[in-house]
Each structure stands twice: as C-alpha cells, then as structure tokens.
C-alpha cells in the first residue's frame, strides 16, 4: 500500500486552468499504473487520464485536448494540468496507484469551476 495526497483544487473560472499534484509516500518508479478519476454529485466515479510506467497515457474523451496528466520518478509524484476547465469538470478528483492487484486511492481534492 502506498499514501497518496492530493493537492490543488480550489474554485476556478470557466476557461481557466488548474494543476493538481498527488505526492505518494513512497517511489513510484513501479506502479504500474497512476491515474486521476473524479466523482461529481449524483455520479459515478469515471476515469479522467492515467499514466503508465513506461509513459504511455490515456484520456477519457472529454478531457482530451484539454487536461495532461505526467509523472516525476524523481519526487514521487503525478501532475493532472487542466486547461480550458468547463463546468462540467467540476468534481472531487482522486489519485490512484495500481500495482499488480493492489489499487489505493487519495483522499480527494475538490475542484468547483464556476464564475
């Protein structure tokens, strides 16, 4: 098992952007795979990207073009730079790291986009 924390969320405007980082308490040079969901009201739990260990990234379709999730080895941490940020984005976002069967999760960051 490995601690995630996420930070960065807050209140944006539409058309703005925001950067969420989620620190882990130990090397994530092995994890298979870390990714960023997010919950809204009402609804289910939906992948937002994920990033392999090798690089290799995947994006739900409406967030595509818009959101970059990256990883640093170095500083055990992973980065979901969202642009251009709709008020349908907004959500409790949550990290997650799998490794083999053995998936944990962040306590979530709140992430309102509103004028």
């Known amino acids: 098992q490995v601690q995630l924390v996420e930070s960065g969320g807050g209140l944006v405007q539409p058309g703005g952007s925001r950067r969420l980082s989620c620190v882990a308490s130990r090397s994530i040079f092995s994890f298979n795979v870390m990714g960023w969901y997010r919950q809204a009201p009402g609804k289910q739990r939906e992948l937002v990207a994920a990033?392999?260990?090798?690089?290799?990234?995947n994006y739900a379709d409406s967030v595509k073009g818009r959101f970059t999730i990256s990883r640093d080895n170095a500083n055990n941490t992973v980065y979901l730079q969202m642009n251009s940020l709709k008020p349908e984005d907004t959500a409790v976002y949550y990290c997650n790291a799998r490794l083999g069967i053995s998936v944990s999760w962040g306590q979530g960051t709140q992430v309102t986009v509103s004028s």
């Open positions: 990033i392999t260990s090798g690089g290799s990234t």
